[in-house]
């Protein structure tokens, strides 16, 4: 029934929902990594917060910090970035201060691009 209403107010027809929810099995150690910094950089891409450690559901400070969380369990994959846990943590902050640079850096370009595709459409106007 949602489908046929939602296809009748925007004018359309067939499904709205194309395919099923598809689970990837996360096998390699760099996946495993990519997927939790992912996780952690979510609320921060959001613009829920400034950084993941001010996030209240982020597992940054849990595995930045060793911050005790009730909810987690660490990775195997985070406990083979060191046997040492403090280098542990610090290797996990620098991959998130990593990702943040990278974040900023695509915000710069993002904003550099509109405004370039606004002044062209300016001069185009003019």
């Known amino acids: 029934m949602l489908a046929k209403e939602i296809n009748e107010n925007s004018s ?14 996360v096998r390699e150690v760099e996946q ?3 997927v939790m910094l992912y996780l952690d950089m979510n609320a921060v891409k959001a613009g829920l917060a400034g950084h ?6 982020s597992s940054y400070n849990y595995y930045a910090f ?8 660490p990775s195997p994959y985070y ?7 403090e280098k542990r943590m ?5 991959l998130i201060e ?9 915000n710069v370009a993002k904003k550099q ?5 606004s002044n062209e459409t300016l001069i185009k106007l003019l």
């Open 12 to 25: 359309r027809v067939g499904q709205v929902v194309l395919d099923r929810y598809k689970i990837i099995p």
């Open 32 to 34: 495993q990594l990519s």
């Open 52 to 57: 993941p450690k001010y996030y209240k559901w």
């Open 66 to 73: 060793g911050v005790h969380d009730p909810l987690l369990t």
């Open 79 to 85: 406990l083979a970035l060191s046997g040492v846990q």
């Open 90 to 94: 610090a290797i996990y902050r620098e």
């Open 98 to 106: 990593c990702k943040l640079i990278e974040l900023k850096k695509w």
């Open 113 to 117: 691009s509109s405004r370039e595709d």
